[in-house]
């Protein structure tokens, strides 16, 4: 699974972050990164509720 961002979509309102911090941080700098876009399966069910939580819709996922 491959997470994708798209960054004119998102606001960096850490609702992922809450979500899976291993996966996603919002910075001092007040933007969004990935910190892992290749997640293993063991982080699955964290990153698809992280997709539908998004209020924004920004995060997607490749399979």
Request: glycine fraction near 8%.
């Given at each position: 699974?491959?997470?994708n ?59």
């Amino acid at each position: 699974m491959k997470v994708n961002v798209d960054f004119d979509l998102c606001t960096s309102n850490a609702v992922c972050m809450g979500i899976a911090p291993e996966i996603f941080e919002v910075r001092d700098d007040g933007f969004l990164y990935i910190l892992n876009d290749n997640p293993g399966p063991e982080l699955e069910g964290k990153v698809r509720e992280a997709v539908a939580s998004c209020p924004n819709g920004a995060i997607s996922i490749e399979e």
